[in-house]
């Protein structure tokens, strides 16, 4: 669902205004690897806030902003801009509720990807990488076109459905995350487009995801790269279990990544490359509002390669940059309503999403490498 449900309850009717948001530091230590903590073995630039408002001057109509501020390591500057910004409208419809939005909005793709900038509604610090990759996050997340969404009652749950169209918001983090700096070029977005559906009750929740997102590339004249652009078309599975205090989820991914120019002359054609990811995430809740999750994660860059030998034999790079497999273990602790404790270690084998994804670097990449984060959270509601 939208990110402004997550921050608080529909408005009422008795109530135009909402006001909420949220403040969360973090801490990063990584071995054998730069991955978000740079040079460093460690990192404290991992802050996030967002100061939420919504207001509803008449039935029917709802207007919607978030303003946040984030820096994530090496992964992401630090920088204040608007996490949605959208005028809304809905009316009862189907056993439900039928609307349409415009402006900026949050990407609904799988569980997670509109609320994945929010400690309180993620399920850890750093999510499954095989489908909320973070070094590709500029090209997926923030959509500025329209939104035509629905929700249901139905088979004693509900049913929840987005049909998405536009731009997605890019800046200089991704031209460093995939290309290695801002200097080479620069990246702008072309389309996007999504269908997303969704159904849950007490016991279970799942979904299917369809986008396309293609941005292009334009390079400095002093680089060796070439004009291009790049194009995901990605399915992505989505599965939740409840039982007691034990709950199961899955997630799975499969697509293609299309590439022309970048690293290649155009004239050589088009690069496909069909990629997938999946992870498992078997989470336990406990007394006194702790959780403790283990987590498997896998990666490939190409299933046609799923070991890396051939990209090996034909890059001369690692064997290891063509897949990843991430075992976490990790706990959240919710002191109270409003505060939120949450740690978690990486056993990581492979470096598939490891920036900069088009220039890696085997000398401070190692095959088998670790990561430990922790992160404290605060959120606040009028």
């Known amino acids: 669902m939208c990110l402004f449900f997550i921050f608080g309850s529909s408005i009422s009717s008795a109530s135009e205004w909402q006001l909420n948001g949220f403040v969360g530091q973090g801490y990063i230590a990584a071995e054998d690897t730069q991955f978000v903590v740079g040079q460093d073995s460690s990192t404290f630039e991992i802050t996030e806030a967002a100061f939420a408002v919504s207001w509803k001057p008449m039935e029917h109509f709802r207007f919607a902003s978030a303003l946040s501020f984030r820096q994530w390591g090496d992964l992401a500057d630090a920088g204040i801009d608007f996490d949605y910004l959208f005028a809304e409208y809905s009316d009862q419809m189907w056993q439900g509720t039928v609307g349409i939005r415009a402006g900026r909005f949050k990407n609904e793709m799988g569980f997670y990807s509109s609320t994945r900038d929010v400690p309180f509604t993620r399920p850890s610090i750093m999510l499954p990488q095989s489908i909320y990759s973070d070094y590709f996050r ?174 090996e034999a034909s890059t001369g790079l690692p064997a290891y940059f063509g897949y990843t497999n991430d075992w976490t273990l990790g706990a959240r602790w919710f002191l109270n309503n409003d505060w939120l404790l949450a740690t978690e270690y990486h056993h990581v084998e492979g470096a598939s999403w490891v920036t900069p994804i088009v220039a890696p670097d085997p000398s401070t990449q190692s095959k088998n490498w670790s990561m430990f984060a922790l992160q404290l959270s605060y959120r606040f509601q009028w």
């Open 138 to 311: 500029d090209a997926q997340l923030h959509i500025e076109g329209a939104d035509l969404f629905g929700m249901h009652q139905i088979l004693d749950g509900a049913l929840d459905w987005h049909i998405s169209a536009g731009k997605v918001d890019v800046t200089e983090n991704l031209d460093r995350n995939v290309m290695g700096s801002e200097d080479l070029g620069t990246f702008d977005s072309e389309q996007f487009y999504s269908g997303d559906i969704e159904f849950q009750n007490d016991y279970i929740r799942l979904g299917v995801t369809y986008y396309d997102a293609e941005v292009s590339y334009r390079p400095n004249s002093d680089t060796y790269y070439y004009p291009g652009d790049i194009r995901l078309k990605n399915w992505v599975l989505s599965g939740q279990i409840r039982y007691k205090m034990f709950e199961l989820t899955g997630e799975y991914m499969t697509g293609d990544r299309l590439i022309n120019g970048l690293v290649i002359p155009p004239v050589a054609g088009e690069l496909v490359d069909s990629g997938l990811g999946y992870y498992l995430d078997l989470r336990a809740y406990l007394p006194s509002e702790v959780e403790l999750f283990v987590r498997f994660d896998r990666h490939i860059d190409d299933d046609n390669d799923s070991d890396g030998k051939k990209s």
